[in-house]
């Protein structure tokens, strides 16, 4: 293990310590801050009787399905928008104005064409993952070496096997950066939109574990969130190595 690693795991424990500690000593209210022993015996009962998975599945179907249209939309729109001025004079005004605009905000809009189901869901995650894909891929289609396209041109390249078979894979670095932020911001848009509008998935669950006061078992589902999280990291980072590896930022870490 890498010494960097064990140092961030022995910080996760001495912060676990400390938990468990403040808690014990009567610190804190213990009916709203549960000791870290007991949630971590609410996290393996709900994991070892198959609870949580019941929970995740619906998660992350929507979280992926989301997370899969924006991530094609968004390079498709992003190497539009960088390889076609007239593109980018057309989108970019309603892309601004559309960027900012905070994920709880449109979610009633949402509701309203689509209900309370999975495609409301979907929507929302869609279009909230959409914008760093869409950023990222312009700023790599408008960053790219200009003599890769020039040497394309002179070859007698048509302009559109330029766009694929050049722009788009030196782009790639840029495109992966923006799909990993996506990726994080799919699972948050994904657990609040169950908690506004939802009666299954994991953010309903962590909602519905609260009005009931099992607070043991609303953080184990915020542990298990993380542990999620992590993994969807983790995973991403590897197919980026694999499709991106020759990029100099992997060259400089190798």
């Known amino acids: 293990m890498r010494k960097g690693r064990l140092l961030g795991l022995v910080t996760l424990l001495v912060l676990a310590a400390a938990w468990e500690l403040v808690t014990r000593g009567g610190l804190v209210d213990s009916i709203s801050m549960v000791p870290l022993s007991k949630i971590l015996r609410a996290f393996f009962d709900l994991l070892t009787s198959g609870e949580f998975f019941v929970w995740l599945g619906p998660s992350l179907y929507r979280l992926f399905v989301g997370f899969l249209i924006a991530a094609i939309a968004g390079v498709v729109v992003g190497l539009v928008m960088g390889y076609f001025r007239i593109a980018y004079d057309l989108l970019e005004p309603l892309v601004e104005f559309l960027r900012p605009l905070p994920s709880p905000a449109y979610i009633p809009i949402v509701i309203l064409f689509l209900g309370i189901d999975d495609a409301m869901k979907i929507a929302v995650i869609a279009f909230a993952s959409f914008f760093p894909v ?23 390249v048509p302009r559109r096997d330029i766009a694929l078979r050049v722009v ?27 908690m506004i509008a939802g009666n299954s998935g ?37 197919i980026e190595r694999r499709a991106v590896g020759w990029s100099p930022q992997f060259q400089t870490n190798a």
């Open 202 to 238: 994991i953010g309903f669950f962590v909602l519905d574990m609260q009005r009931a006061f099992r607070n043991a078992d609303m953080f184990a589902a915020v542990i298990m969130l993380g542990i999620v999280g992590y993994l969807l990291n983790r995973v991403f980072l590897w």
């Open 134 to 156: 869409l950023i990222n891929t312009y700023s790599g289609v408008v960053n790219i070496d200009p003599t890769l396209v020039d040497v394309a041109r002179t070859l007698g």
């Open 168 to 194: 788009l894979p030196a782009a790639l670095p840029y495109t992966f950066s923006g799909l990993r932020v996506s990726l994080g911001i799919a699972l948050i848009v994904t657990v609040l939109s169950e």
